[in-house]
């Protein structure tokens, strides 16, 4: 399921390796994430040199990245240029919404069912879903009274058309902070409606200067064996220092330098940032002392400051011109954890203390049930008829080594809760979890063996591992309301769903269990 950046590498490698195979993809187009979230200011974070995939030589040759960081639109174009070469298209099924997928002891076969009534049965079901691809419900009082229109930036219309109008968005998370500075150059007016302010780092994205590309494409092999040999699944010349050890002066000469640089550079700064709170404090004082500087208005600055979580413990968000959009004349900050959100009206919305703001046009930014929410929209059903959804809305996404949940056989589930994922280079750590698989299967071919799945013990102690390296770590502290633990949805278990590890220990972790005849699943 699913025919965005694992999707299609599956596709290729287990087509290739001689497997029938079938991608189920509900969009009209391949792509998943980066088809949905076509908004304007929409970018990844990770340079467009390494957000790409390694596996095929004259392909990395031959594409023509032209910005430093991808636009959603380049990202878009890539894997459609990939689903076009490798010639994917023919196994792909778009507009294929799956709904549910019932587990059949007998055939030790997955019976898969589609909104349009279709059916499919397969031996392996492989859940190429994404992390962040089921928005969140929208939680805002009386929003159905508002007249004007709604638009989500998880599914933006191809033909939007903002010049001119009073706009408002709700969210400043990663895309509300894409959008936001997107959207102040064409509208009339910008409301911003924050909750909890963000740390945002500038991107710094600029064209690729001439002959930058050649140079890179010159020693592909080897920046591709950095990237994965990086905790992040991506280089990054971190400093091995910590940043207590260093005076004041140093820190700051090195905080100000990679913020000159530019993104995720900048969490490298020092070693110790997301284990020491000293030093954690001392990044969050740097971003801001920027936000006074960069602000004009210092009480709009007072409020885009974070102060309620370490810097990393929500995800760094890496953005262009976010703090100098509140400069601008037709944008407005209205801050909601004080004075809250009480209701929409007809033409905009009330906060508690009776101050209204209207707009004709309403932008959610507000967030995805990251994770598990693929899994639970679905009907899916292991052993005995026990539904995924019960057990996760229960006790969280339980897998061992992210990549099988016990009961559910032949499931497996490439870069999501339990993996490194969303804390790494995505494509990186797809890229590693497409090989495990594809040498997974040959050995179950090799071996006549017909069924895989997580064994119960090894899935507790692995759910325990993961939730213990997030506590080395200051990633789960303060009130970050993040998603990676679930906290930003009420009633969702929280448990720190990504590996905290990085994918060079994962990598260990699943070198170590397929080399020990796949220690920790119990193979059939
Ligand atoms: P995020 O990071 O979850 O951000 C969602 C934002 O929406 C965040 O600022 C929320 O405030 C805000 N939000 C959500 N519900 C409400 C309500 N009811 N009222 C006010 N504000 C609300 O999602 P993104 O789409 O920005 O980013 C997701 C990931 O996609 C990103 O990190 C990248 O990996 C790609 P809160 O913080 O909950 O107070």
Same mark, same amino acid.
């Given at each position: 399921?699913?025919?965005?950046?694992?999707?299609?590498?599956?596709?290729?490698?287990?087509?290739?390796?001689?497997?029938?195979?079938?991608?189920?993809?509900?969009?009209?187009?391949?792509?998943?994430?980066?088809?949905?979230?076509?908004?304007?200011?929409?970018?990844?974070?990770?340079?467009?040199?390494?957000?790409?995939?390694?596996?095929?030589?004259?392909?990395?040759?031959?594409?023509?990245?032209?910005?430093?960081?991808?636009?959603?639109?380049?990202?878009?174009?890539?894997?459609?240029?990939?689903?076009?070469?490798?010639?994917?298209?023919?196994?792909?099924?778009?507009?294929?919404?799956?709904?549910?997928?019932?587990?059949?002891?007998?055939?030790?076969?997955?019976?898969?069912?589609?909104?349009?009534?279709?059916?499919?049965?397969?031996?392996?079901?492989?859940?190429?879903?994404?992390?962040?691809?089921?928005?969140?419900?929208?939680?805002?009082?009386?929003?159905?009274?508002?007249?004007?229109?709604?638009?989500?930036?998880?599914?933006?219309?191809?033909?939007?058309?903002?010049?001119?109008?009073?706009?408002?968005?709700?969210?400043?998370?990663?895309?509300?902070?894409?959008?936001?500075?997107?959207?102040?150059?064409?509208?009339?007016?910008?409301?911003?409606?924050?909750?909890?302010?963000?740390?945002?780092?500038?991107?710094?994205?600029?064209?690729?200067?001439?002959?930058?590309?050649?140079?890179?494409?010159?020693?592909?092999?080897?920046?591709?064996?950095?990237?994965?040999?990086?905790?992040?699944?991506?280089?990054?010349?971190?400093?091995?220092?910590?940043?207590?050890?260093?005076?004041?002066?140093?820190?700051?000469?090195?905080?100000?330098?990679?913020?000159?640089?530019?993104?995720?550079?900048?969490?490298?700064?020092?070693?110790?940032?997301?284990?020491?709170?000293?030093?954690?404090?001392?990044?969050?004082?740097?971003?801001?002392?920027?936000?006074?500087?960069?602000?004009?208005?210092?009480?709009?600055?007072?409020?885009?400051?974070?102060?309620?979580?370490?810097?990393?413990?929500?995800?760094? #968000?890496?953005?262009?011109?976010?703090?100098?959009?509140?400069?601008?004349?037709?944008?407005?900050?209205?801050?909601?954890?004080?004075?809250?959100?009480?209701?929409?009206?007809?033409?905009?919305?009330?906060?508690?203390?009776?101050?209204?703001?209207?707009?004709?046009?309403?932008?959610?930014?507000?967030?995805?049930?990251?994770?598990?929410?693929?899994?639970?929209?679905?009907?899916?059903?292991?052993?005995?008829?026990?539904?995924?959804?019960?057990?996760?809305?229960?006790?969280?996404?339980?897998?061992?080594?992210?990549?099988?949940?016990?009961?559910?056989?032949?499931?497996?589930?490439?870069?999501?809760?339990? @993996?490194? @994922?969303?804390?790494?280079?995505?494509?990186?750590?797809?890229?590693?979890?497409?090989?495990?698989?594809?040498?997974?299967?040959?050995?179950?071919?090799?071996?006549?063996?017909?069924? #895989?799945?997580?064994?119960?013990?090894?899935?507790?102690?692995?759910?325990?591992?993961?939730?213990?390296?997030?506590?080395?770590?200051?990633?789960?502290?303060?009130? @970050?309301?993040?998603?990676?633990?679930?906290?930003?949805?009420?009633?969702?278990?929280?448990?720190?769903?990504?590996?905290?590890?990085?994918?060079?220990?994962?990598?260990?972790?699943?070198?170590?269990?397929?080399?020990?005849?796949?220690?920790?699943? #119990?193979?059939?």
């Amino acid at each position: 399921m699913g025919a965005g950046f694992s999707g299609l590498h599956l596709l290729h490698r287990l087509r290739g390796d001689g497997y029938s195979v079938r991608v189920l993809e509900s969009a009209p187009e391949v792509g998943g994430t980066w088809y949905w979230n076509r908004y304007p200011g929409a970018r990844c974070d990770v340079e467009s040199v390494d957000y790409s995939y390694s596996w095929d030589g004259d392909l990395q040759q031959e594409w023509e990245w032209t910005e430093k960081y991808p636009a959603q639109r380049d990202i878009l174009a890539y894997l459609s240029h990939v689903a076009d070469r490798f010639d994917l298209r023919k196994d792909v099924e778009l507009e294929t919404t799956v709904t549910g997928a019932t587990w059949d002891e007998s055939t030790s076969r997955w019976s898969v069912r589609t909104e349009d009534g279709r059916a499919y049965a397969a031996q392996f079901l492989v859940m190429a879903v994404g992390c962040l691809s089921v928005p969140k419900e929208v939680d805002l009082p009386g929003l159905e009274h508002f007249g004007g229109q709604v638009l989500r930036t998880w599914n933006w219309p191809e033909d939007a058309e903002l010049a001119g109008h009073d706009v408002c968005v709700i969210g400043t998370g990663s895309t509300g902070a894409q959008v936001v500075p997107a959207l102040a150059e064409v509208v009339a007016r910008l409301t911003v409606v924050q909750r909890t302010p963000n740390f945002v780092i500038p991107t710094r994205n600029r064209p690729l200067a001439e002959g930058e590309l050649e140079a890179v494409k010159a020693e592909y092999p080897e920046r591709r064996r950095r990237n994965a040999g990086h905790s992040a699944g991506v280089f990054r010349s971190d400093n091995p220092k910590n940043a207590m050890e260093v005076d004041a002066a140093e820190r700051q000469a090195t905080f100000q330098e990679r913020w000159e640089g530019g993104g995720i550079n900048f969490l490298g700064s020092f070693a110790d940032l997301m284990f020491d709170q000293a030093a954690n404090d001392a990044i969050c004082s740097f971003v801001r002392e920027k936000i006074g500087e960069i602000v004009e208005d210092q009480k709009v600055a007072e409020l885009l400051k974070p102060d309620s979580y370490p810097l990393g413990a929500k995800r760094p #968000v890496v953005a262009t011109d976010y703090y100098e959009t509140f400069n601008r004349p037709n944008v407005s900050l209205v801050d909601v954890r004080e004075n809250p959100l009480e209701a929409f009206t007809e033409s905009g919305l009330a906060l508690a203390n009776g101050e209204q703001h209207d707009f004709d046009t309403l932008v959610l930014a507000t967030g995805f049930d990251a994770f598990t929410g693929a899994f639970t929209k679905m009907e899916i059903r292991g052993r005995d008829g026990v539904l995924l959804r019960d057990v996760w809305q229960e006790e969280g996404p339980k897998t061992f080594l992210g990549l099988s949940s016990a009961g559910f056989p032949n499931m497996l589930m490439p870069a999501n809760a339990g @993996s490194p @994922s969303v804390l790494s280079n995505m494509v990186t750590s797809i890229e590693q979890h497409v090989s495990w698989i594809a040498d997974l299967l040959a050995e179950m071919r090799a071996r006549g063996l017909r069924t #895989v799945e997580a064994e119960p013990q090894a899935q507790e102690k692995w759910v325990e591992h993961v939730e213990e390296v997030a506590h080395m770590t200051l990633w789960p502290n303060g009130d @970050s309301g993040s998603w990676y633990r679930g906290a930003n949805i009420a009633g969702k278990p929280q448990l720190f769903m990504p590996y905290a590890a990085g994918v060079v220990e994962y990598g260990k972790a699943l070198e170590k269990s397929a080399k020990s005849g796949y220690e920790g699943f #119990v193979l059939a």
